[in-house]
Nanobody, 128 residues
Framework: QVQLVESGGGLAQTGGSLRLSCAPS????????VAWFRQAPGKEREFVAG????????LYADSVKGRFTISRDKSQNTMSLQMNSLRPEDTARYYC?????????????????????WGQGTQVTVSS
């Protein structure tokens, strides 16, 4: 079992930036695809962004395109989400997730049932 650990959440103002990071504790991601999901109170957990570990294929939710950037560092075994131009509606708990299966097209990874590993989440709050 892979344990994923998120860091970097916090409080930001509208228009501000935060950077989230995710790393597996004690080993590798053991995942073909790693992603960020988020869940606001009373809402479903939704896909935010993801990246294929092998070749860097990237998928973004429409709501974050042009504002968020996902990346992975193979040498450090970490994955990050740079969040710019934050909005109050970005307020949520952000979860790192890993999927072990290889799927094509990359849009398949927008579904949370494709993921095998989840972190505990980190809170992001954007004030207006």
């Amino acid at each position: 079992q892979v344990q994923l650990v998120e860091s970097g959440g916090g409080l930001a103002q509208t228009g501000g930036s935060l950077r989230l990071s995710c790393a597996p504790s004690g080993g590798s991601f053991r995942s073909n695809f790693v992603a960020w999901f988020r869940q606001a109170p009373g809402k479903e957990r939704e896909f935010v962004a993801g990246i294929r570990w092998s070749n860097g294929d990237i998928l973004y939710a429409d709501s974050v395109k042009g504002r968020f950037t996902i990346s992975r560092d193979k040498s450090q075994n970490t994955m990050s989400l740079q969040m710019n131009s934050l909005r109050p509606e970005d307020t949520a708990r952000y979860y790192c997730a890993g999927a072990t299966m290889e799927y094509y097209p990359v849009t398949t990874y927008s579904r949370r049932q494709q993921y095998n590993y989840w972190g505990q989440g980190t809170q992001v709050t954007v004030s207006s």
